[in-house]
């Protein structure tokens, strides 16, 4: 069970999705701010600019946040930070870090961002949505823009009509959250989602994509994992369609990562010692090619601080 609850924890298959489809996330969760947008334009991902004000974030929980650059319509350019909050349990000082973050990036760019957070916990109470504090002579009232997957379960003939991405992505979220002890239930769902993939008649890229969400958040026990490729093997013969052997490929390309960030984390511990959660969750980040590339340059590591060097210069990709 533990398993479960990192993989569905981990940022990464967000972070992926929100980057595959940037555009598409803006209209369905913010649509006043997307149409502030010119996407005539390219957008981009500012990683390096948003690891400067995030280093002294807290650390230990699992976050995926973008900092993007985008052009409004009139022509001026503006940044947009995304906030995904994963974790299953809401958090008090949550507002608080959302004020924070925005106050570094002006404080060090000089740039006003846009603060819109995602929130995929369970409880419907918790709507965080500003950060105040009221003294005699000084004042503030800090709003940001929030959607709550939990809303989204009474708009479902709504998402399944969606031929945005991100509806799927939603469908996905709220059946791992609703089946979490229903294995048999969510081998169902999984199955009749990856199915509407293709009777949507996506793209082959836009399958990949979708079904890597998908089979990341909805994990099952192995045995039905086994059941389930089988009747999904069936579904692509009678539909003669060979994508989603896709998905086997992609299967053995998530086993090779995960093997290669367990070998490497072991190399890297024995080299130099235990390492900070902060340290090693930036190594589970690293793309494969990466991974062997920190095993070679490993050879060459006496302490801490060579790894360090390398991460600095080797941010996730």
């Known amino acids: 069970m533990t398993e479960e609850i990192e993989r569905a924890d981990n940022d990464s298959p967000w972070k992926e999705i929100l980057e595959a489809y940037f555009p598409q996330a803006m ?102 949505n500003q950060y105040n504090y009221n003294y005699p ?83 099952l026990p192995k045995a039905l994992e086994a059941e389930f490729w089988e009747e999904f093997k069936q579904f692509e013969q009678e539909r003669t369609m060979s994508y989603v052997t896709t998905g086997e490929r992609i299967g053995y390309e998530r086993g090779q990562q995960e093997q290669a960030q367990s070998l490497v984390l072991r190399q890297v511990k024995k080299r130099v010692g235990e390492l900070a959660p902060e340290v090693q969750e930036r190594i589970q980040a690293l793309s494969l090619v990466q991974l062997e590339a920190l095993g070679e340059a490993l050879l060459d590591f006496t302490r801490l601080e060579d790894l360090l060097s390398w991460l600095e210069a080797n941010p996730p990709g």
């Open 27 to 128: 209209h369905f969760f913010f649509p006043e701010t997307a149409r502030l947008i010119n996407w005539e334009r390219p957008h981009e991902f500012l990683d390096k600019e948003f690891q400067q004000i995030a280093r002294d974030a807290e650390q230990g929980r699992r976050y995926a946040d973008k900092l993007v650059k985008v052009w409004q319509i009139q022509g001026q350019e503006i940044w947009l930070l995304i906030h995904v909050e994963i974790q299953a349990k809401p958090e008090e000082s949550f507002a608080e870090r959302m004020f924070s973050y925005n106050l570094r990036i002006f404080d060090k760019f000089g740039k006003p961002a846009i603060s819109l957070a995602i929130l995929c916990d369970a409880d419907p109470n918790w709507r965080p």
């Open 137 to 219: 002579d000084t004042k503030l009232n800090f709003e940001f823009g929030t959607a709550k997957l939990l809303d989204y379960q009474n708009r479902w003939q709504e998402l399944e009509a969606s031929d945005n991405p991100f509806a799927t992505v939603v469908m996905a979220h709220l059946k791992t959250q609703q089946t979490s002890k229903k294995p048999g239930e969510r081998k169902s769902w999984k199955f009749s989602l990856i199915r509407r993939l293709y009777e949507q008649g996506l793209q082959e890229r836009d399958i990949r994509n979708l079904y890597r969400f998908i089979d990341w958040v909805m994990i």
